[in-house]
């Protein structure tokens, strides 16, 4: 079992910046990586960001590319998505989430183990 919570949600202003963090605990050896989800009101979840535990590569949706980060503190088995010049659209409930299933870092389907989300709230 791994136990993921998320943090560092909140209200910012367009154009500013937050930064999530996501805590992993338990079995984390047997995952593949951590990924970042949202979901704004009336849509559905999509991908954000990832990064693969053994390569350490990352991924990107193109909405954030540019603007979004995601980092790894091995030591404290976390991952961070530093979030810049923040647009009202990326308003969104944002998940963490733990790859289970091999393969590519894009489906939700591939990600087992979900934190509670935290609420992004981009004012204009």
């Known amino acids: 079992q791994v136990q993921v919570v998320e943090s560092g949600g909140g209200l910012v202003q367009a154009g500013g910046s937050l930064r999530l963090s996501c805590a992993a605990s338990g079995r984390t050896s047997s995952t593949y990586g951590m990924g970042w989800f949202r979901q704004a009101p009336g849509k559905e979840r999509e991908f954000v960001a990832a990064?693969?535990?053994?390569?350490?590569?990352?991924y990107y949706a193109n909405s954030v590319k540019g603007r979004f980060t995601i980092s790894r503190d091995k030591a404290k088995n976390t991952v961070y998505l530093q979030m810049n010049s923040l647009k009202r659209e990326d308003t969104a409930v944002y998940y963490c989430?733990?790859?289970?299933?091999?393969?590519?870092?894009?489906?939700?389907?591939?990600?087992?183990?979900w934190g509670q989300g935290t609420q992004v709230t981009v004012s204009s």
């Open positions: 989430a733990c790859k289970t299933v091999g393969g590519n870092f894009y489906d939700e389907i591939r990600y087992g183990y």
């Open positions: 990064i693969s535990w053994a390569s350490e590569s990352t």
